[in-house]
């Protein structure tokens, strides 16, 4: 088992920063990619961004230019700068941790509990 420990939400005024923090333990993959989903009420869940081992990024259209992901694989952790926040950025924010195998085929997912991120207008 994989366990996911986030931290970092909050709630700030339209135009803020936010960094969350999602930190891996337990028998963690030597393969894996994390990423940040988020969901907000009445709205399906969202990738938001995503990494792997490689360093290779992706980003949903909605926050291109203004979040960042980032890891640290000595610390199995991934964060995520966020920037310029808009009020529909509000939602629950869940890390998610993917173990790969060798040829990188999904062999399990874990889920952290995940942060509440809210912004004002």
């Known amino acids: 088992q994989v366990q996911l420990v986030e931290s970092g939400g909050g709630l700030v005024q339209a135009g803020g920063s936010l960094r969350l923090s999602c930190e891996a333990s337990?028998?963690?993959?030597?393969?894996?990619?994390m990423g940040w989903f988020r969901q907000a009420p009445g709205k399906e869940r969202e990738l938001v961004a995503g990494?792997?081992?490689?360093?290779?990024?992706v980003y949903a259209d909605s926050v291109k230019g203004r979040f960042t992901i980032s890891r640290d694989g000595a610390k199995n952790t991934v964060y995520l700068q966020m920037s310029n926040l808009k009020p529909e950025d509000s939602a629950v924010y869940s890390c998610?941790?993917?173990?790969?195998?060798?040829?990188?085929?999904?062999?399990?997912?874990?889920w952290g509990p995940g942060t509440q991120v809210t912004v004002s207008s």
């Open positions: 998610r941790y993917n173990g790969l195998s060798r040829n990188y085929a999904s062999l399990a997912n874990f």
């Open positions: 990494i792997n081992r490689g360093g290779n990024t």
């Open positions: 337990g028998r963690t993959f030597s393969i894996y990619a």
